[in-house]
């Protein structure tokens, strides 16, 4: 998609800190994204096309068999032959027909200028769940040994530096204030001082949850539609994958239907659509990530740092693949028995017990699934 130029930094290489003794080396390349560059970008490639944009809040949207009409907060009247909403998490639009109650994963980072960092310049780091930082504060450290949170940091030089706190996930999820409190514990175990702030940002994505009906008259795409990564929280890149799928098959049912009023159903069209977003294979691939996260939410601390060493471990086509949802059911079931084998006998015990009614209600859904 030529999105190369939006990228910040990248690295050859990532760290994952296990605990105080336990450190992966991860030979994956990763990088940083400028998300104005993007988003500037994306508007420059919509104004060149000859997109119309509007300012206004949309309150209403009625559909007709060959239409639909958007109903704006100013009074105006928008006719559209397809909507496509792309609101994220409010679901503005797209409508859900069962109860929403998703993890949540909830981060506090920050762009800053630093005396100095500990970090290595060709490498970030990709997960740190140590919590040596904790001991001089009982209260911070057992709440973290209940729902652990852990560093995400990006070097781009010796004082330039993205660091950033994450819950992986909880229901419900972790206060800011709790985060940016261990966030704080944290720099200055490792004695990073913060000579300024560039940018800070503040998320909390919905994770799981289920998916909007399917199909309906109004397309969603990113969150609207589902699509974040169960158990990471990864959402861009599988977006702007589907980007394409999405906007190549509305071309399609246009051209084909399009030409004539007459034989233009806008349902028939956005049931396409959906089909082309969501087939059976992605459905069935993401029952899958919800049984994970569905094991992560019920793990501490130990119990985390026993599944992610087992996880890196794992031949890198697994985690690779899992990480980056190219593994489809089939491959992640023999994702799950390699993870499970190679797992300590403390963690197998631990999927056993924990893992059994996620897996239950995993298989119900599948079964389902038409």
């Known amino acids: 998609m030529d999105l190369l130029d939006c990228l910040d930094a990248s690295w050859p290489g990532a760290t994952v800190y296990i605990n105080e003794k336990d450190e992966k080396l991860l030979s994956r390349p990763y990088a940083r994204v400028n998300r104005k560059q ?3 970008k994306m508007m420059q490639k919509c104004i060149s096309n000859g997109v119309q944009f509007h300012q206004a809040k949309v309150v209403k949207v009625i559909h007709e068999e060959t239409k639909s009409f958007l109903i704006c907060n100013d009074g105006v009247k928008i006719q559209a032959k397809l909507v496509l909403d792309a609101t994220g998490f409010s679901k503005c639009l797209v409508k859900y027909d069962k109860p929403y109650n998703p993890g949540y994963q909830v981060a506090y980072g920050i762009l800053a200028e ?8 060709d490498k ?9 930082h904790l001991s001089h504060n009982p209260q911070l450290k057992s709440r973290n040994a209940k729902i652990p949170t852990f560093l995400y940091a990006m070097p781009f030089s ?5 660091l950033e706190e994450t819950s992986l996930v909880a229901r419900p999820g972790l206060s800011f204030e709790d985060i940016q409190q261990r966030m704080i514990a944290r720099l200055k175990h490792l004695n990073i001082k913060i000579k300024s702030i560039e940018e800070d940002e503040k998320c909390v994505i919905p994770m799981g949850g289920p998916l909007p009906i399917l199909p309906q008259r109004v397309i969603g795409i990113g969150g609207t539609a589902g699509m974040v990564h ?5 959402m861009v890149a ?10 190549n098959s509305i071309i399609k049912y246009l051209e084909n239907d399009g030409n004539s009023e007459n034989n233009f159903l806008s ?5 396409a659509v959906w089909r082309e977003l969501w087939p059976i294979e992605r459905r ?13 939410l019920k793990l501490d601390l130990a119990g985390t740092r026993r599944f992610f060493s087992a996880f890196f471990d794992l031949e890198p086509r697994y985690w690779h693949g899992f990480l980056s949802s190219r593994l489809f059911l089939k491959e992640l079931l023999f994702f799950g028995l390699a993870l499970f084998g190679n797992a300590s006998n403390e963690s197998r015990l631990e999927i056993m017990m924990k893992g059994t009614g996620p897996l239950v209600k995993m298989i119900n859904n599948l079964v389902r699934e038409k």
């Open 124 to 132: 970030m780091v990709f997960m740190d769940w140590r919590d040596s």
């Open 158 to 162: 010796s004082n330039r530096i993205f």
């Open 38 to 40: 993007l988003k500037s």
């Open 267 to 271: 349902g028939a069209v956005s049931e």
């Open 114 to 121: 630093v005396e100095s960092h500990p970090f290595d310049l």
């Open 238 to 247: 599988r977006t702007l994958a589907a980007a394409p799928l999405v906007a």
């Open 284 to 296: 069935r691939q993401r029952e899958f990530f919800c049984f994970g996260m569905d094991i992560l």
């Open 230 to 234: 169960p158990s990471t929280g990864y």
